[in-house]
T-cell receptor
Framework: DAKTTQPPSMDCAEGRAANLPCNHS???????VYWYRQIHSQGPQYIIH???NNETNEMASLIITEDRKSSTLILPHATLRDTAVYYC????????????FGKGTRLSVIA | DAGITQSPRHKVTETGTPVTLRCHQT?????MYWYRQDPGHGLRLIHY???????DKGEVSDGYSVSRSKTEDFLLTLESATSSQTSVYFC?????????????FGPGTRLTVL
């Protein structure tokens, strides 16, 4: 069963920030929030993950609410190449449990 | 990019024939996974391995078997292919207690069962 809820689709203008929300109200204390994306026909690609603090890397920022029940992935300056399906996943760190993918959010970046 | 290859990349076969897909890694990672992806279903886990000869079932394991006789190779076998197994198959690997604990995915195998 998917532990996360994401909107099925979103649009974003090229050059603007893309903010992708994710609800994970049943997240456990030892579970991290992971974000992956899948560009058409390719294998999924890791973006970022976090536990409770906000995280930033060269691809994106991850904002996690204080109660950890929701998070937002931010692509600061979306480009056409960011058009993809984005998956928000929760799982315990380094356990045997594999990633379980939901339906994700299809982000369309529009010129 | 992580060193993951899948073979074949494309295959067309007939119902009832056996099919084996291969996932090969050069990263010496402990964990390996097989997923299938179908329209409307997203990615679904078939089987995974947490070490040589250690495997477990995923969400959609019926009709599939796996083997891992060495760290670098994870084989997915369809003993008797059916049209419902037409799909894109992705292999993934993950290290053990790596700093990012991320899964890296292969390029996929597109299988068509006629």
């Amino acid at each position: 069963d998917a532990k996360t809820t994401q909107p099925p689709s979103m649009d974003c203008a090229e050059g603007r920030a893309a903010n992708l929300p994710c609800n994970h109200s049943t997240i456990s204390g030892n579970e991290y929030v992971y974000w992956y994306r899948q560009i058409h026909s390719q294998g999924p690609q890791y973006i970022i993950h976090g536990l409770k603090n906000n995280e930033t890397n060269e691809m994106a920022s991850l904002i996690i609410t204080e109660d950890r029940k929701s998070s937002t992935l931010i692509l600061p300056h979306a480009t056409l190449r960011d058009t993809a399906v984005y998956y928000c996943i929760v799982r315990a760190f380094s356990g045997n449990t594999p990633l379980v993918f939901g339906k994700g959010t299809r982000l369309s970046v529009i010129a | 990019d992580a060193g993951i290859t899948q073979s074949p990349r494309h295959k067309v076969t007939e119902t009832g024939t056996p099919v084996t897909l291969r996932c090969h890694q050069t990263e010496n990672h402990r964990y390996m996974y097989w997923y299938r992806q179908d329209p409307g279903h997203g990615l679904r886990l078939i089987h995974y391995s947490y070490g040589v000869k250690d495997t477990d079932k995923g969400e959609v394991s019926d009709g599939y078997s796996v083997s891992r006789s060495k760290t670098e190779d994870f084989l997915l076998t369809l003993e008797s292919a059916t049209s419902s197994q037409t799909s894109v198959y992705f292999c993934a690997i993950r290290g053990d207690l790596s700093s990012t604990d991320t899964q890296y995915f292969g390029p996929g195998t597109r299988l068509t069962v006629l």
